[in-house]
């Protein structure tokens, strides 16, 4: 397996996990971590033998935002030019196979909006979620002014965009941010097993499935409707829908060739 820098990976069974590793900045999402990222996420995409991945940090950051000392110099020109830390964060987002955010401590800026880009949340007691950008003199550039809203409805996003703050575990529950809240010291087991528990689905109709899911914070009610019910007839061209419906009706368990 790959060695990294900021970034640690390993494998359990079909799950993939990537840990955010750069300690002293609070995981802060520099450039290199970022680039990184993107490569690691490249290659459990194309293993065919993971079948979800799980991102995560450490107990006490997933990530604390973007490099702020990095970002701190650069001009337009600069950030334009080089298309600012663009590249890697659109891995997270694009990935097709399932991916799970483990968010213990603080997942701020640009660390809240790489856990949002992920397909769901599942978040420790001490987890702190915020877009403090705004503090910075900025706004969100991952993906805040969007995601955060379409999780949590306007009013909680535009009270935590402009003022700033943070929200804790419980809150972030409350609003629909996260799936499920743990203590921190299962984080990493929940975690995993939920995401054994996917993989150890038939891979593409976990695809199609998110891709479905997706499709809903993209286009109108009945595009949406359509387009799940076109993706559920093309299920029926999977080998693993007619086993999974032949090992139903035969009181076995299914077994997938996830294809
Ligand atoms: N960047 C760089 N270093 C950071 C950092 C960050 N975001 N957050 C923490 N660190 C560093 C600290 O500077 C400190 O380093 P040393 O002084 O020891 O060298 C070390 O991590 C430990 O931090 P603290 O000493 O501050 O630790 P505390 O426990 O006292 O405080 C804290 C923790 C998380 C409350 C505090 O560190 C903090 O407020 N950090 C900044 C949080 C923040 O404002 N984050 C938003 C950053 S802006 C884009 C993608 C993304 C973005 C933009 C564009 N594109 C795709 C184009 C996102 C922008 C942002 O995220």
Redesign the pocket.
Known sequence: MASYDNIQTETKDRVGIIRLNRP???N???ADLIRELGMALDAFEGDPAIGCVVLTGSD??F?????????KEKSYQD?FLQ????VG?EKVSQIRKPIVAAVAG?A????C?MAMMCDFIIAADNAKF????I??G?I???G?TQRLPRFVGKSKAMDLILT?R?MDAAEAERCGLVSRVVPLAQLMDEAVTAAEKIAGMSLPATMVAKEAVNRAFETTLAEGVRFERRTFHATFAFEDRAEGMSAFADKRKARWKHR
């Open positions: 002293k900045a609070l802060a999402l520099c006490k950051a990530a604390a935002g973007a490099d702020i000392k990095e970002m950030v298309d600012f830390i663009t964060w603080y701020l800026g640009g660390g909006e915020g877009q403090p950008e503090t910075l900025t969100p550039g991952a805040g700033g943070m």
